[in-house]
């Protein structure tokens, strides 16, 4: 299932994300710190959406409160549940 998430609070614009049996297939970020993000989506894929949650939520980037990678936690998360 492809599932499209607007983040709040960071960089990144739009992350892409595909899960097929709970694993993440692909993930893409649209904005947000190229080099970082583009390294996030790569180690994600293949993870248990699940096991990716529980590593990147609570992430803080800059006193912000959130981070690219802890919004990739909550567009797994919003995935799941659909």
Not at 15 to 25: C, L, N
Request: net charge negative; glycine share 12%; with cysteine.
């Amino acid at each position: 299932m492809k599932h499209t998430y607007i983040p709040r609070g960071v960089c990144s614009r739009m992350i892409e994300v595909e899960i097929e049996d709970d694993v993440i297939v692909s993930c893409k970020f649209l904005g947000g710190c190229s080099g970082n993000t583009q390294g996030v989506a790569k180690l994600v894929v293949g993870m248990d959406a699940n096991d990716a949650i529980e590593k990147l939520k609570g992430i803080n980037c800059g006193g912000r409160g959130t981070s690219c990678p802890d919004q990739l936690a909550n567009a797994l998360e919003e995935a799941l549940e659909m």
